[in-house]
């Protein structure tokens, strides 16, 4: 049962353009979600987060989305940089269900100089 | 310059073996936590310690043990009993226990190869 899901395993843009990465849920109960970056054989590096009550959050060339009627949020990478190559989790949690966060399976985000 | 540091970043055991991963903080975060990620798959929890001398099965804990003696240090072994040990083991902790807005900060990662 994957209640947190990145449908899009990879994804290639051109540097300076726009990445956009997807995540749907299906708990209604989770009230914050987070977005990570993973290089190779690294650990993940907190990016940006969002709690329920709002539906963006901004943080410099990144914001997040969040639409809870439709239990999908997206990242928004602008403008992208040959830099931001990595593999992008999107986790999510609830806040009675102690530390427990939920991550997605992942998207590999190629940005081509 | 504070942290989290797990240590060996490469390592090999034969199989029938139990191996230990360490995992230590110096961020005084009160929860910690161990994470398995395998390819094309996204982290599975497989246990979590809000507090010393406390500590929670997650999704996948068989096969798994750990102790939280003191607030910084929540080592993991790999028992012989887990079946698929060869993962890249990732430890993670929080500041706030209690997991509201809980964002949880990664160490760099064991990569753990059974031969």
């Known amino acids: 049962d994957q209640q947190v899901k990145q449908n899009s395993p990879s994804l290639s843009v051109q540097e300076g353009r726009i990445s956009i990465l997807n995540c749907d849920y299906t708990?209604?109960?989770?009230?914050?979600f987070l977005w990570y970056k993973k290089y190779p054989a690294e650990g993940p590096t907190f990016l940006i987060s969002?709690?329920?009550?709002?539906d963006k959050n901004e943080d410099g060339r990144f914001t997040v989305f969040l639409n809870k009627s439709a239990k999908h949020l997206s990242l928004h990478i602008v403008p992208s940089q040959p830099g931001d190559s990595a593999v992008y989790f999107c986790?999510?949690?609830?806040?009675?269900?102690?530390?427990?966060?939920?991550f997605g399976q992942g998207t590999t985000l190629q940005v081509k100089p | 310059d504070g942290g989290i540091t797990q240590s060996p970043k490469y390592l090999f055991r034969k199989e029938g073996q139990n191996v230990t991963l360490s995992c230590e903080q110096n961020?005084?975060?009160?929860?910690m936590y161990w994470y398995r990620q395998d390819p094309g798959q996204g982290l599975r929890l497989i246990y979590y310690?809000?507090?010393?001398?406390?500590?929670q099965k997650g999704d996948i804990a068989e096969g798994y043990s750990v102790s939280r003696e003191k607030k910084e240090s929540f080592p993991l072994t790999v028992t012989s009993a887990q079946k698929n040990p060869t993962a890249f083991y990732l430890c993670?902790?929080?500041?706030?226990?209690?997991?509201?807005?809980?964002?949880?900060?990664f160490g760099p990662g064991t990569r753990l190869t059974v031969l």
């Open positions: 993670a902790s929080s500041i706030d226990r209690y997991g509201k807005t809980d964002t949880q900060y």
């Open positions: 708990n209604s109960m989770f009230d914050y």
């Open positions: 969002i709690s329920s009550i709002k």
């Open positions: 961020l005084n975060h009160d929860a």
């Open positions: 986790a999510a949690i609830r806040s009675s269900n102690t530390g427990k966060l939920i």
């Open positions: 310690s809000q507090i010393v001398n406390d500590f």
